[in-house]
């Protein structure tokens, strides 16, 4: 049971900085999700919370006690990998137990506390067995064990899932859940993938390259995304973003390709900036006398279709999702409106969501 | 190779027949004039299966003393062999295994320049180094001693080399799972890193226990005394030019007790490390 405190955390390789400040506190108990594309610093925040990287600048702090300085065996963490990193030579058992061991546990706790995380995760049957005679799966299940017979204060998840096919990485989704809602571990989970994210997060740290874009819920950061980036990083397909102005009279957007958007409601505070106008594919009705569009492409899943369409001749692209499958056809014309409450704004410049 | 004809498979065998029987009958020949006097030894022809002398001449090889060298028995050599070879194979081992550890695994001020160095030194084999290095052994009063037989001959950037290359493949991130663990330095290495190279450590002891074993050149420098002579070379000094000088019946009982032991650790390593192989654990 701990905290997690990052204060100003900075890391630079020599006098390249790749993590330009992060502010975060987590509370005790929480499942907090790291997301952002590859390269956004998301794994070298996460390795640096678990100690494997040195801190440049500013402090990270475990239960209030600053560990920059302490080795990793002494952070009291514990750490699931994504190629699982479990010591080949040894049975399934000796991995579990390799960290006690060394922690001069007794024997017979030990094996209790082993036989307690096998049983949790399904894996009484495979204690004696090597890792190499274990499947994908399996081999995730003991490095979860591994993680969890040390009952640590803090679990990092460093992509454990990636490597999974995609039926095993829902099945281990819910069982991390489980998991969570049973110990209420401290747990920090790094992903790639949103849909991971929005469904093991109870907040989510959205990164992009080096910063922190947004902290929040997984329905805050889907409903009201702080950023360009987050609303184009979160949801898929992604929202539709357009650039342009607003004109004078506060109820048409004019986009920089020149087309035009009207509005349904006059946002005069808005006149006169760079703007970006958002709206997510799901939001755009179907309505007889909207926003006419031009049919490039649909994609059908079966149950929903992502109809990719153009506005005027060279205009932004927006994607609309229909229930269902849609029968429609290359260029035909399509209407839908715009419903006021679903419209996000941001700022061209900065990127920045502006509320009203 | 992929055709199956009769005549093929004959003439194939044919010549593999010939070839077993080149390379083995000087083998053979040796052990067969093991087990004769020097007599029958010397008279033409050669006598092609062995004699009666088995028991005679392994026991005098054992407790005899042979004046050529000094009087010490074939026990004294075979023991010799044994310290100088399993000392070189087994020092190599543990040097190179540390060496290639704190290269590969650890940042330290100078740690490319001491690879370098290390690696700098395959190029120079014991030949090419023999006069210091013999200067250096007289200096320090190491003639006639295990350890001056051996330890010049320890340092080894093959085996380091080898090492590190295995070390290298190695992932990251189960050094990382051991650090959060907490092991330490030489828990790691003891725990994962020494079980991991099991069967390059079979290989490498094999090929080292050779070549321990057959040193000539320096074990011929490094001894004086009749007592510290390795195996190889009290087999050179019992050979004379005069076949009468010479006794060729515990010549060749040495001949064959010096092959022994190489075969024996081919033999029986090669079972273990290609067991290793077939267990791969990667």
């Known amino acids: ?356 | 190779m992929i055709e199956r004809r009769p005549v093929a498979n004959l003439v194939s065998h044919f010549l593999l027949v010939i070839g077993v029987l080149v390379m083995a009958f000087p083998i053979y020949y040796s052990f067969v004039a093991s087990t004769r006097t020097v007599a029958e030894i010397l008279t033409p022809p050669l006598p092609l299966w062995p004699g009666a002398h088995f028991v005679d001449n392994y026991v005098q090889a054992f407790t005899g003393s042979l004046h050529r060298i000094g009087g010490v028995n074939l026990g004294t050599l075979l023991f010799n062999t044994t310290v100088v070879a399993l000392a070189i194979a087994v020092g190599k081992i543990i040097i190179s295994l540390l060496s290639a550890y704190a290269v590969v695994f650890f940042r330290f001020p100078g740690r490319m320049l001491f690879f370098w160095m290390i690696f700098i030194t395959l190029m120079l084999p014991v030949e090419v180094r023999i006069m210091p290095t013999y200067q250096v052994m007289v200096d320090l009063g190491l003639i006639d001693t295990y350890t001056g037989l051996t330890l010049p001959l320890m340092a080894s950037a093959t085996a380091t080399f080898l090492f590190r290359q295995f070390f290298l493949t190695i992932p990251d991130e189960l050094v990382e799972a051991a650090r959060i663990d907490g092991a330490g330095p030489l828990r790691f290495f003891r725990d994962v890193l020494l079980p991991l190279s099991k069967t390059n450590i079979a290989a490498l002891f094999v090929i080292l226990f050779i070549y321990g074993w057959t040193q000539y050149l320096w074990p011929l420098l490094m001894t004086n005394s009749n007592d510290m002579n390795t195996i190889l070379i009290a087999l050179r000094k019992m050979v004379s030019f005069a076949d009468a000088d010479t006794q060729w019946h515990v010549v060749m009982v040495t001949t064959i007790l010096a092959l022994l032991p190489p075969v024996l650790v081919v033999v029986l390593m090669q079972r273990w490390f290609v067991k290793g192989l077939v267990e791969s654990e990667k």
């Open chain 1, 1 to 356: 049971m701990a905290t997690i405190d990052m204060r100003n955390v900075r890391k630079s390789y020599e006098q390249h900085e790749v993590i330009h400040g992060v502010d975060v506190r987590i509370a005790d108990g929480e499942f907090i999700v790291i997301v952002g594309p590859s390269g956004c610093g998301k794994s070298t925040l996460l390795r640096m919370v678990a100690g494997l990287e040195e801190v440049t600048a500013g402090e990270i702090a475990i239960d209030d006690r600053v560990v920059n300085d302490i080795e990793p065996a002494h952070r009291d963490i514990a750490m699931v990998f994504q190629n699982y990193a479990l010591y080949p030579h040894m049975s399934v058992f000796d991995n579990m137990a390799y960290g006690l061991k060394i922690r001069g546990t007794p024997k017979d706790e030990i094996r209790r506390r082993v036989d307690e995380a096998a049983a949790m995760l399904e894996l009484g049957h495979l204690l004696e067995r090597r890792p190499r005679q274990l499947s994908g799966g399996q081999r995730q299940r003991v490095a979860m064990g591994r993680a969890l017979v040390r009952a640590p204060k803090v679990f990092l998840f460093d992509e454990p899932l990636s490597n999974l096919d995609a039926k095993l990485r829902v099945q281990m989704r819910l069982e991390i859940q489980k998991l969570h809602r049973r110990l209420a571990t401290t747990s920090l989970f790094v992903t790639h993938d949103q849909v991971e994210a929005m469904t093991l997060a109870q907040r989510m740290i959205v990164m992009n390259a080096g910063r922190v874009e947004q902290v929040g819920t997984p329905h805050e950061v889907y409903q009201r995304p702080a950023t360009t980036f987050v609303a184009s990083f979160i949801g898929s397909p992604p929202m539709n973003l357009v650039e342009g102005t607003l004109e004078a009279d506060g109820l048409r957007f004019r986009c920089t390709s020149g087309d035009h958007i009207d509005l349904p409601q006059a946002r005069h505070d808005l006149v006169g900036r760079a703007l970006v106008l958002g709206i997510r594919p799901e939001h755009l009705l179907p309505a007889d006398d909207g926003l006419v569009l031009t049919v490039q492409l649909v994609e059908s899943l079966g149950a929903e279709s992502f109809i990719h369409t153009r506005l005027g001749e060279a205009g932004p692209e927006l994607i609309v999702r229909a229930g269902g499958l849609a029968a429609l056809r290359f260029g035909e014309l399509v209407s839908y409106r715009l419903p006021a409450d679903a419209l996000h704004w941001f700022d061209a410049t900065s990127g920045l969501r502006i509320d009203a």
